[in-house]
Every structure is written in structure tokens, then in C-alpha cells.
């Protein structure tokens, strides 16, 4: 595993999630990625880029979507997202853990975002993962995604099916 900055003292009292490449981890082996990718709520946005900022972490950019790009002080980049999706309340009270023991978003949100991001890599991320899933979990995503992305449910049968055939 990569040395990902440990962001929970700094981010304490606030709900915050890993998302993107290293959330994957927790649903699939491990795969090489560039930065660290969290998610907060909007309403706290500016709290956390606070928090990091006294922790001695540097604003590089804003993003093309709400939230920042920083830089660790020890050169690693965080990109902080800014939501507000419907479900991001459900999504940040009851985070998973990766191997590591960090809090990183449950297979059925990121799921959701990895859909919405329309990036190839994400949709690799997502049959990976979902072929490595257990019926319960898979059972977990299309309620889910059925509740907050009823259109995508088609194509999410699609990547069951192509992430089981990998398998």
C-alpha cells in the first residue's frame, strides 16, 4: 500500500470519506493511482480546507468540480470535494474501512460517483469491484442505485455481469 497521509486527526469532528482510486481498495486489490481523493459536505468545506491548512497543507487549485487540489507537507496531493448529492448525508454516517482502517465510502455510494464520472477508469473500477462482490453487497448497490440513479440500473446489471465474467 502507498503511504496516503492519515487525514483523521486533522479532520476530526467533521464527516469526511476516501473516494476514487484508494476508496477501491477496500472492494478490490489494490490499484496505482496519482493522489488522495476525499469527500465532505459541502457545508463543511471551508472548515476542512481550514483544518488541512493549519496541518500545514498548501491549496494548489480548485477543482473543475466544487473543492480544492492541495498538497501535503510531505508533496502527497489531496483533492477535496465539495458534495451535496441527496445521498451524501447516508453516505458520510456510516463510512466502510479500507485495510488500512480508513474511513472510505461504501461500495454503493461510490458506486454512484464512479457511474456519474463517466471516466473509463471508473468503469473498469466498477466491474472489478462489483465482480468481487457478495450477493448482500450487490443486493446493497441496487437498492441504492435503484433509490438515487434508477436510470443507471440497467447499465449497472450490464457491469455485474462483465465484473462476474472476469472473475
Known amino acids: 500500500m502507498n503511504p496516503w497521509p492519515d487525514l483523521r ?28 481523493d476525499i469527500l465532505v459536505h ?3 468545506g471551508a472548515t476542512a480546507v481550514a483544518e488541512l491548512e493549519k496541518a500545514g497543507y498548501q491549496i494548489i487549485a480548485p477543482l473543475a468540480i466544487p473543492g480544492y487540489s492541495l498538497l501535503s507537507p510531505e508533496g502527497i496531493k489531496v483533492d477535496m470535494i465539495f458534495g451535496k448529492d441527496p445521498w451524501l448525508k447516508e453516505a458520510l454516517a456510516k463510512p466502510a474501512r479500507d485495510p488500512a482502517g480508513y474511513p472510505v465510502i461504501k461500495l454503493p455510494y461510490l ?21 468481487l462482490a457478495s450477493d448482500a453487497d450487490l443486493d446493497e448497490v441496487r437498492a441504492v442505485v435503484a433509490r438515487y440513479a434508477p436510470e443507471d440500473s440497467e447499465d449497472l446489471e450490464s457491469l455485474i455481469f462483465i465484473g462476474k465474467q472476469e472473475r
Not at 476530526?12 to 488522495?36: C, F, K, S
Not at 464512479?114 to 472489478?128: C, E, L
Open 9 to 36: 486527526s486533522i479532520l476530526h469532528g467533521l464527516d469526511w470519506v476516501i473516494v476514487g482510486g484508494i476508496a477501491t481498495r477496500a472492494y478490490m486489490p489494490e490499484r496505482m493511482t496519482q493522489d488522495m
Open 111 to 131: 458506486i454512484l460517483l464512479k457511474m456519474a464520472a463517466q471516466r473509463a477508469q471508473g468503469w473498469a473500477d466498477v466491474s472489478r469491484m462489483l465482480g
Open 42 to 44: 459541502q457545508k463543511n
